[in-house]
């Protein structure tokens, strides 16, 4: 089973930059959509950005322009850049992945998550 590990969460100022990584393993499926997701407490996990197995990018209005999804097909991981962080953004940041499975369609894999704290 793919498994999704998440890394470079902690703490930053206001104003601040944290580059996020997912490094997947345990497959030999070809990843297809990837995505970044967050939640705050006491809220919804919302979308942050997705990224096609081609390179296609979607952002959430609120992050255009200060974020940027990437992605390293031959190292099978993921990138956020995240910049001009917001105390409003704190959150757990996750991965989400998915491909395709010839007898059980697509499928998706999240990791754990890792946390994000943004305060002075």
């Known amino acids: 089973q793919v498994q999704l590990v998440e890394s470079g969460g902690g703490l930053v100022q206001p104003g601040g930059s944290l580059r996020l990584s997912c490094a997947a393993s345990g497959t030999i499926f070809r990843l297809n959509l990837m995505g970044w997701y967050r939640q705050a407490p006491g809220k919804e996990r919302e979308l942050v ?3 096609t197995s081609g390179g296609t ?3 959430a209005d609120s992050v255009k322009g200060r974020f940027t ?9 993921v990138y956020l850049q995240m910049s001009s962080l917001r105390p ?3 959150a757990v940041y996750y991965c989400r992945a998915t491909w395709y499975e010839l007898d059980r ?3 998706e894999v999240w990791g754990q998550g890792t946390l994000v704290t943004v305060s002075s």
Not at 69 to 77: F, G, L
Request: aromatic fraction near 10%; avoid cysteine; charged fraction near 25%.
């Open 49 to 51: 950005a997705t990224i």
């Open 57 to 59: 990018t979607n952002y």
């Open 69 to 77: 999804i990437s992605r390293d097909n031959a190292k099978n991981t």
């Open 88 to 90: 409003e953004e704190a």
């Open 105 to 107: 369609g697509y499928l």
